[in-house]
T-cell receptor
Framework: GNSVTQMEGPVTLSEEAFLTINCTYT??????LFWYVQYPGEGLQLLLK?????DKGSNKGFEATYRKETTSFHLEKGSVQVSDSAVYFC????????????FGKGITLSVRP | GAGVSQSPRYKVAKRGQDVALRCDPI?????LFWYQQALGQGPEFLTY????????KSGLPSDRFFAERPEGSVSTLKIQRTQQEDSAVYLC????????????FGPGTRLTVL
């Protein structure tokens, strides 16, 4: 079946540090890939997505590139801010009509001033 | 416009009680999903509706779990004879279409079974 594996957390960084959160997936065909973010006290919201190989999703300074050869979708940001502190989830939807999401476990990011 | 809303936000039940969780999706959204999120884990798919039709219920963990969306808008997730392992946050999401559209999530209902 489909699965998503995220690096173990939590992650603590100083403001303006470089961020990488690793995500790899297992799926047949060509899934769509997503990063969702959950800020403290808020619901899950879509951060970025990529729907085919070599696509790069980007939003709010975050980027992730769909790498089919390594089945990865790592999240990066060049300079994190305190306001980026949140839980980040990597997810996929399979090819086909049903768009149910398969999520990774999530990773908590804390950014210190 | 209003987002996805869920009620109640918190529910405490004694083991063996029945509970009903409500989801109001964004108006006009065709697709509706329910997910279960255990503490420290990512959400896991429970069931999917396209309008009033329940097209996928493969994620429902047992026959104690039942979901409906009779008029293609509001949905209710019912859990009968709750068990401690049912304690989790139940998330509802809706999307405009049926293929690959962004899912918008509600705030969730935190269920605690004592």
């Amino acid at each position: 079946g489909n699965s998503v594996t995220q690096m173990e957390g939590p992650v603590t960084l100083s403001e303006e540090a470089f961020l990488t959160i690793n995500c790899t997936y297992t799926a047949t065909g060509y899934p769509s890939l997503f990063w969702y973010v959950q800020y403290p006290g808020e619901g899950l919201q879509l951060l970025l997505k990529a729907t085919k190989a070599d696509d790069k999703g980007s939003n709010k300074g975050f980027e992730a590139t769909y790498r089919k050869e390594t089945t990865s979708f790592h999240l990066e940001k060049g300079s994190v801010q305190v306001s980026d502190s949140a839980v980040y989830f990597c997810a996929l939807t399979p090819t086909g009509a049903n768009s149910k999401l398969t999520f990774g476990k999530g990773i908590t990011l804390s950014v210190r001033p | 416009g209003a987002g996805v809303s869920q009620s109640p936000r918190y529910k405490v039940a004694k083991r063996g009680q029945d509970v009903a969780l409500r989801c109001d999706p964004i108006s006009g959204h065709v697709s509706l999903f329910w997910y279960q999120q255990a503490l420290g884990q990512g959400p896991e798919f429970l069931t999917y509706f396209q309008n009033e039709a329940q097209l996928d219920k493969s994620g429902l963990p047992s026959d104690r779990f039942f979901a409906e969306r009779p008029e293609g808008s509001v949905s209710t997730l019912k859990i009968q004879r709750t068990q401690q392992e049912d304690s989790a946050v139940y998330l509802c999401a809706s999307s405009l279409g049926t293929r690959g559209n962004e899912q918008f999530f509600g705030p969730g209902t935190r269920l605690t079974v004592l």
